[in-house]
């Protein structure tokens, strides 16, 4: 059976499609990444953790904005 947890590969990827869908907003947050502790943790499986990192009031306002908009269009 295979391991249903998540590889570094498979985190860098989601990163991306994360940076990709925010950048269509405008929004950027220059600390999104891999959570690399998060694969040496002693907790199994890994968790595999997409670290979303700080950001100004003015990008957490635009990201707000961003997500009620998406959720009010479907």
């Known amino acids: 059976m295979p391991d249903p947890s998540p590889t570094a590969h498979d985190v860098t990827l989601c990163v991306e499609d994360l940076r990709a869908a ?3 907003h405008g929004i ?3 600390s999104l990444g891999v959570d690399l502790p998060s694969f040496a943790s ?3 499986p890994p968790a595999g953790l997409v ?3 700080n950001c100004n009031t003015d990008t957490a306002h635009a990201l707000a904005t961003a997500l009620r908009k998406t959720a009010a269009e479907r």
């Open 22 to 24: 925010l950048a269509l």
């Open 28 to 30: 950027t947050l220059p």
């Open 42 to 44: 002693t907790y199994a």
């Open 51 to 53: 670290a979303l990192g």
